[in-house]
Nanobody
């Protein structure tokens, strides 16, 4: 059974930084592309960043390029999202997500089949 558990969210001032973590279990973590998406109240889900199983490929939504960095440690079954220069528009629930097919990669949220409960990120002064 796939299990994804996020941590690291919180309240931060504009310009601040946070590092989100997601621990995966119940599947061969090193075979799957992973990603982060976010959802703010009243808004659609937005795929923020994705990373291939071997970390060779990454993609970001335009609004976070240069500010966010996705990485993974397959030995620890963990994917990270380092967020810098956070802005109020980044406020949302952030969810870790797993691609629906092993050894595949895409930057389309519809290809991702599992997600965790999420961790709240609030950017406010």
């Amino acid at each position: 059974q796939v299990h994804l558990v996020e941590s690291g969210g919180g309240l931060v001032q504009p310009g601040g930084s946070l590092r989100l973590s997601c621990a995966g279990s119940g599947f061969n973590f090193n075979e799957y592309a992973m990603g982060w998406y976010r959802q703010a109240p009243g808004r659609e889900r937005e795929l923020v960043a994705v990373i291939s199983s071997s970390s060779i490929l990454t993609d970001y939504t335009d609004s976070v390029k240069g500010r966010f960095a996705i990485s993974r440690d397959n030995a620890k079954n963990t994917v990270y999202l380092q967020m810098s220069n956070l802005q109020p528009a980044d406020t949302a629930m952030y969810h870790c997500t797993m691609h629906g097919r092993n050894h595949h990669y895409s930057a389309d949220l519809s290809d991702y089949s599992y997600w965790g409960q999420g961790t709240q990120v609030t950017v406010s002064s």
